[in-house]
């Protein structure tokens, strides 16, 4: 299972990396790193899901961490409306077949209780497989935008998701070494959690 305390967000110059740590460490090495010309593109990536994290860099250190999420995390929180704050219960929309809604309503605590039930007990039936998935999306995203282009890109895209250690460290053998190392270190990432939750 991949450490919570892992670095949480990487930033790349073109195909440098030039920072990797929580989101504001990364965000202000971003900034520095343009201030300074860099030639770029200067991307920031969140290594829990691949996706790049947009960060405004306009203004003084202060200003960029100010702008971040709270907590420095690489997602946004959920703004909060009705239901129970302080227990951190949010109101969403769900949308149920009639029949879902009968179903629900014969429950004991409810629809809210019961849906929450299902949820937990969900999570902890798939939660190594969800973990899994999402793992494998963080190593596809971060490829894509930072590999797409280069030697065969395809043909590693595959080994990946085949498993195929050897085969994909020869495939990314000749690509950029910060690119590598990092998209390496994803993958394997990837293939540990896979093994341990087998």
């Not at 202060?62 to 995390?73: I, S």
């Not at 409810?110 to 849906?115: D, F, I, R």
Request: glycine share 10%; no cysteine.
């Amino acid at each position: 299972m991949a450490q919570k305390n892992e670095q949480a967000s990487v930033a790349f110059d073109g195909h440098r990396r030039i920072a990797s740590g929580n989101l504001a460490k990364v965000a202000l090495a971003a900034k520095h790193a343009v201030e300074q010309g860099a030639t770029g593109p200067v991307l920031i990536f969140d290594n829990g899901s691949g996706r790049q994290v947009d960060v405004d860099l306009r203004g003084s250190d202060a200003e960029v961490v100010a702008r971040l999420p709270a907590g420095g995390e690489a997602e946004a929180p959920v703004a909060r409306g009705p239901g129970r704050p302080k227990l951190g219960v949010v109101a969403r929309e769900v949308t149920l077949l009639p029949r879902h809604w009968d179903w629900l309503a014969e429950q004991s605590g409810g629809a809210s209780a019961t849906l929450r039930r299902l949820v937990d007990e969900a999570r902890r039936a798939n939660g190594g497989r969800d973990r899994n998935r999402q793992a494998g999306e963080a190593v596809d995203r971060f490829m894509l935008a930072m590999a797409g282009d280069l030697p065969h890109y395809e043909e590693a895209s595959r080994a990946f998701w085949r498993k195929e250690r050897e085969r994909f460290a020869e495939l990314t053998d000749a690509w950029p070494v910060d690119v590598r190392e990092h998209v390496r270190h994803l993958a394997s990432r990837a293939w540990d959690d896979a093994y341990a939750d087998a």
